[in-house]
Every structure is written in structure tokens, then in C-alpha cells.
């Protein structure tokens, strides 16, 4: 018999939905986003639930789930952290460009 815990209430995984990523029931916010909103950013659970619509309980959930996995969830922070730097080496802003047609 399967043992159904508290996080599998608030934490899932679907194939093909959020990059395969852990996530909040029901929300496309990922274990990954509420990760980095509480750790790198700083913002409390009270902050996150009110701005994204969730309790705290799913807050909670995603943050005792990130610990029991930090390990694999860093790597995938860092990973796409990687992949964003190639895209911006890839593709450079057009901003400056622009900026410096305006002072003309």
C-alpha cells in the first residue's frame, strides 16, 4: 500500500507541463521559481503566496521539497542560467543601438 504524503497534496510532476519540472498542483509555478524567489531573492512565504496566488501551504510544500532536492535543483538553476547567457552571446541587444540613434 502507497503512502500518500503532504508534499504529494502540493507538489507534482507532469510530463511535458513546466519543462517536466516539479511544480505546485494545479499552478505552472515550479519548485525551481519558488526556490529562487525565497533563496536568491529574498522574499518571504507570506511575500510569494500573496503574489502568486497560492497558499502557503503550497509555498512550504515547494520549499521542503527544493531542500530534500536541492542538489538536482541548483544544477537545473545553474543549467538554465547557462542556456540564457548563450542565447543573450547569441543574440545581443539591440537597445544600445537604438539608444545611441536617438542621441543623433
Do not use: C
Amino acid at each position: 500500500m502507497a503512502t500518500e504524503t503532504l508534499l504529494d497534496q502540493h507538489i507534482e510532476i507532469t510530463p511535458g507541463v513546466a519543462g517536466s519540472k516539479p511544480r505546485i498542483a494545479g499552478h505552472r509555478i515550479t519548485v525551481q521559481n519558488v526556490a529562487i524567489w525565497h533563496e536568491w531573492i529574498g522574499l518571504s512565504a507570506d511575500e510569494i503566496a500573496t503574489e502568486h496566488g497560492i497558499t502557503l501551504g503550497d509555498v512550504y510544500a515547494a520549499l521542503a521539497y527544493y531542500y530534500d532536492h536541492r542538489t538536482a535543483i541548483d544544477h537545473s538553476i545553474h543549467a538554465d542560467q547557462a542556456f540564457i547567457e548563450e542565447l543573450r552571446q547569441m543574440t545581443p541587444s539591440k537597445l544600445p543601438e537604438k539608444l545611441r540613434g536617438r542621441k543623433d
